[in-house]
Structures are given as structure tokens and as C-alpha cells.
């Protein structure tokens, strides 16, 4: 029997939004690949930017979309944040919260002070999601900020998060409005910075993890960058057009369309260089690729043709820092 893809790893460290729900909502049969991966007896943790909720909170909202779930299998931003702050200020220093009540509780947890006001003379600003935010929120933050020697932490810069209807605007958005008006710039404690996704492994007590995630920007750049395999998953935010043209830091080791694909084979994908460019086959699908035009052979709604379309053009373009779009051309297969 031909090895599946959750074979090469000792543990699944998932994204949430995008990838176990959208909104309130699970995405079709995720839950039940994620429930039959714990009951097969591989670690799974849940590694969450959402810094708005507890982390009990989101594990009984796992649990109820039919993923049980403790709080020891969700990390979380607000979590990592929050260790950021207490190993940087001495115990009991005030922090401002501009965030959710969740996030107060954790920076509590962590032997500091939550505030909510300037006045209170707070030593750091801790920036998290919360729908709830609003301008007089966040001029607190800006004021507080005016001083320079107050630390500032933000737990993600997530510029959209998933809903059921769409997309809508992240911590990312909040963050940008305090950072123009402040001119200055946080530390962001979750993704795409690697401890979150180290604490995760360490969490699941893992070696070989891999990372699930619907986002370049957050889930496969902070995989990626703490050196785990990185699965991209089609049923949230990016696309096959974006992961194509991805950075060289944003790109994924793999390219699934839904989370039952762990359970099969993931086909190799072989690139070769020439004088005229590069080649890459995947299955019967075949691209190439100049630097400049990539040429594909194969079916546009096969997820080999483009797997096959992003070895040829990421070995063209193996050190982007921004996204690369090709001209692309499609061949019906022979």
C-alpha cells in the first residue's frame, strides 16, 4: 500500500479559520479527517491567530463541531503574546489590553496587570483581535504608545479572517491604524513567527510535525519559517493562482484541496533545468517554464497540472521576496 501524506509526520499542528470552520461553521468533512487522525493516536494541535477568545472557549467550540478537544490542544496568539510580554517586563508591570477580555485573562495568567486606560501608566500595549474594538480603543492604544520606551505586542497581523459570508478585517486592519498613527512598529508574537508554531510541536511533543493552513502570509510563512513541512489547503483564503505566484517563504511543500487528501498519496513532483528553463512533471501534467511564460500540459482542474506549474516556476524564481505571477498559457493533456 503506497505511503499517505500524513505518514512522513508525527503530528498535525492545524490552523483553524479556513481550514476547521469558516465563521461558526465547520467546512464539510473536516472534522471527521481531524477526529479519525486523533483517534488514530497522532497528536493533533490547534494553532490559532484569533486572539479574541479563550483557548477553553475555542476548544469546546471544537469539540461541539464534533473535534474533541481540550485546552491543552489549542495554542494560541494571545497565549504566545502574552509569554512574550513576561519574559520581556517584570512580573506585575500594567498592560494596556486592546484586545478581548480572553486576552486580559492570559496577560493576568502571566503574573502582569491588565488595564484598559493611558492613566493607568501602563510599561506595554498588548494589540489583539476583538469584533468588538472600536476608535476610542484604539486612541488609547495610539496614546499610550507616544512614549517610546512602552513596549508594544501584537499578537497577528492577519489582514482577513474567513467568515461564512466572505472575508472581513483582521487584527492586521487594527494594528495598521495604530501603527499610522503611532508611527511605530509592534512585535507580533503569532504568525508567521515561528514560537507559536514551536510551542505547538513542543506542546504535541513532536519532531516531525506538519502544518496545515489556508493562508500563505501566516500559516505556511511561520511553518516554513520554524522548519516544518507545510501543507497549503484550498478551502480558505489563498488560491492555486496565489500559491503559483507565491514569495519564496510563503510556499508550501504541499498543495491539497481538502483535508482527505492526507489520507492518500501525495504525488512527487520532478523538475529538471535546461539551457531554455526549467521542466516539471507531476503525473501526467507537465509545465515549463522560461522565467518569464509558464506553459502548462494537463487538465486546469487537475491539482497535479499545477503542482507540476509551481515546481517549474519556483525553480525559476527560487529567491522571490514578493509574489511572481507568471504568463500562463494552457495545453490540453495528450
Same mark, same amino acid.
Given at each position: 500500500?503506497?505511503?499517505?501524506?500524513?505518514?512522513?509526520?508525527? =503530528? @498535525? +499542528?492545524?490552523?483553524?479559520?479556513?481550514?476547521?470552520?469558516?465563521? /461558526?461553521? %465547520?467546512?464539510?468533512? *473536516? #472534522?471527521?479527517?481531524?477526529?479519525?487522525?486523533?483517534?488514530?493516536?497522532?497528536?493533533?494541535?490547534?494553532?490559532?491567530?484569533?486572539?479574541?477568545?479563550?483557548?477553553?472557549?475555542?476548544?469546546?467550540?471544537?469539540?461541539?463541531?464534533?473535534?474533541?478537544?481540550?485546552?491543552?490542544?489549542?495554542?494560541?496568539?494571545?497565549?504566545?503574546?502574552?509569554?512574550?510580554?513576561?519574559?520581556?517586563?517584570?512580573?506585575?508591570?500594567?498592560?494596556?489590553?486592546?484586545?478581548?477580555?480572553?486576552?486580559?485573562?492570559?496577560?493576568?495568567?502571566?503574573?502582569?496587570?491588565?488595564?484598559?486606560?493611558?492613566?493607568?501608566?501602563?510599561?506595554?500595549?498588548?494589540?489583539?483581535?476583538?469584533?468588538?474594538?472600536?476608535?476610542?480603543?484604539?486612541?488609547?492604544?495610539?496614546?499610550?504608545?507616544?512614549?517610546? =520606551? @512602552? +513596549?508594544?505586542?501584537?499578537?497577528?497581523?492577519?489582514?482577513?479572517? /474567513?467568515? %461564512?459570508?466572505?472575508? *472581513? #478585517?483582521?487584527?492586521?486592519?487594527?494594528?495598521?491604524?495604530?501603527?499610522?498613527?503611532?508611527?511605530?512598529?509592534?512585535?507580533?508574537?503569532?504568525?508567521?513567527?515561528?514560537?507559536?508554531?514551536?510551542?505547538?510541536?513542543?506542546?504535541?511533543?513532536?519532531?516531525?510535525?506538519?502544518?496545515?493552513?489556508?493562508?500563505?502570509?501566516?500559516?505556511?510563512?511561520?511553518?516554513?519559517?520554524?522548519?516544518?513541512?507545510?501543507?497549503?489547503?484550498?478551502?480558505?483564503?489563498?488560491?492555486?493562482?496565489?500559491?503559483?505566484?507565491?514569495?519564496?517563504?510563503?510556499?508550501?511543500?504541499?498543495?491539497?484541496?481538502?483535508?482527505?487528501?492526507?489520507?492518500?498519496?501525495?504525488?512527487?513532483?520532478?523538475?529538471?533545468?535546461?539551457?531554455?528553463?526549467?521542466?516539471?512533471?507531476?503525473?501526467?501534467?507537465? =509545465?515549463?517554464?522560461?522565467?518569464?511564460?509558464?506553459?502548462?500540459?494537463?487538465?486546469?482542474?487537475?491539482?497535479?497540472?499545477?503542482?507540476?506549474?509551481?515546481?517549474?516556476?519556483?525553480?525559476?524564481?527560487?529567491?522571490?521576496?514578493?509574489?511572481?505571477?507568471?504568463?500562463?498559457?494552457?495545453?490540453?493533456?495528450?
Amino acid at each position: 500500500m503506497a505511503e499517505r501524506l500524513l505518514d512522513r509526520y508525527d =503530528a @498535525v +499542528l492545524s490552523d483553524l479559520d479556513g481550514v476547521v470552520y469558516a465563521g /461558526p461553521h %465547520a467546512i464539510p468533512g *473536516a #472534522p471527521e479527517i481531524l477526529r479519525t487522525i486523533a483517534s488514530d493516536g497522532m497528536p493533533v494541535v490547534y494553532v490559532t491567530n484569533n486572539a479574541s477568545r479563550s483557548v477553553a472557549s475555542v476548544a469546546a467550540h471544537l469539540t461541539d463541531l464534533g473535534v474533541p478537544t481540550g485546552s491543552d490542544g489549542v495554542v494560541s496568539s494571545a497565549q504566545a503574546g502574552a509569554e512574550l510580554l513576561a519574559r520581556r517586563l517584570p512580573a506585575g508591570t500594567k498592560v494596556l489590553v486592546t484586545g478581548s477580555e480572553a486576552l486580559a485573562e492570559v496577560v493576568a495568567d502571566a503574573g502582569l496587570v491588565p488595564v484598559r486606560t493611558q492613566s493607568e501608566e501602563p510599561g506595554a500595549v498588548i494589540q489583539g483581535f476583538d469584533p468588538g474594538l472600536g476608535w476610542a480603543q484604539l486612541a488609547e492604544a495610539s496614546f499610550t504608545l507616544a512614549d517610546p =520606551a @512602552v +513596549l508594544w505586542v501584537a499578537t497577528n497581523t492577519d489582514l482577513s479572517i /474567513p467568515q %461564512a459570508r466572505g472575508l *472581513a #478585517p483582521g487584527n492586521g486592519t487594527l494594528v495598521a491604524a495604530v501603527a499610522a498613527a503611532t508611527g511605530r512598529t509592534p512585535v507580533v508574537a503569532g504568525k508567521p513567527e515561528a514560537p507559536i508554531f514551536r510551542t505547538a510541536a513542543e506542546r504535541a511533543g513532536s519532531t516531525r510535525p506538519v502544518v496545515l493552513g489556508d493562508r500563505l502570509d501566516t500559516d505556511i510563512r511561520g511553518g516554513n519559517a520554524a522548519g516544518f513541512a507545510t501543507v497549503a489547503v484550498l478551502t480558505g483564503v489563498d488560491t492555486l493562482e496565489t500559491i503559483l505566484a507565491a514569495c519564496s517563504a510563503e510556499r508550501p511543500d504541499h498543495v491539497v484541496g481538502t483535508l482527505e487528501a492526507l489520507f492518500q498519496p501525495y504525488p512527487d513532483v520532478e523538475v529538471s533545468a535546461s539551457d531554455r528553463g526549467h521542466t516539471a512533471r507531476c503525473g501526467a501534467a507537465c =509545465a515549463e517554464t522560461d522565467g518569464s511564460r509558464l506553459r502548462v500540459e494537463g487538465d486546469r482542474e487537475d491539482l497535479d497540472a499545477w503542482r507540476a506549474a509551481c515546481g517549474a516556476w519556483w525553480a525559476a524564481h527560487p529567491d522571490a521576496e514578493a509574489p511572481v505571477t507568471p504568463e500562463l498559457e494552457w495545453e490540453a493533456g495528450a
